[in-house]
Nanobody
């Protein structure tokens, strides 16, 4: 089992910034994909960004140039720096941790609310 602990959500004005963190603990994989997804009310959960150990990141087109995903492998922690936030970024953000060679969706965090509003 892997446990994921998220933090960093909140209320921010348009144009502002937030940083999300997600720390993994338990049966850590030697190689893993750590990712952020989000789900807005009435919409399906979507990938925001993901990052394979010591590899390049992938981003949704809607966040490219504004969000940056990074990870500290020594701490088994992934971060999402979100800049130039827009109201349409409002959603519950979920951390995901998975084995890149597995077919299942891996482990999920409990979710953290991000609200962008004036």
């Amino acid at each position: 089992q892997v446990q994921l602990a998220e933090s960093g959500g909140g209320l921010v004005q348009p144009g502002g910034s937030l940083r999300l963190s997600c720390a993994a603990s338990g049966n850590i994989f030697s190689i893993s994909v750590m990712a952020w997804y989000r789900q807005a009310p009435g919409k399906q959960r979507e990938l925001v960004a993901d990052l394979l150990s010591r590899s390049s990141a992938n981003y949704a087109d809607s966040v490219k140039g504004r969000f940056t995903i990074s990870r500290d492998n020594a701490k088994n922690t992934v971060y999402l720096q979100m800049n130039s936030l827009k109201p349409e970024d409002t959603a519950v953000y979920y951390c995901n941790y998975r084995d890149p060679q597995a077919t299942d969706s891996g482990y999920w965090g409990q979710g953290t609310q991000v609200t962008v509003s004036s």
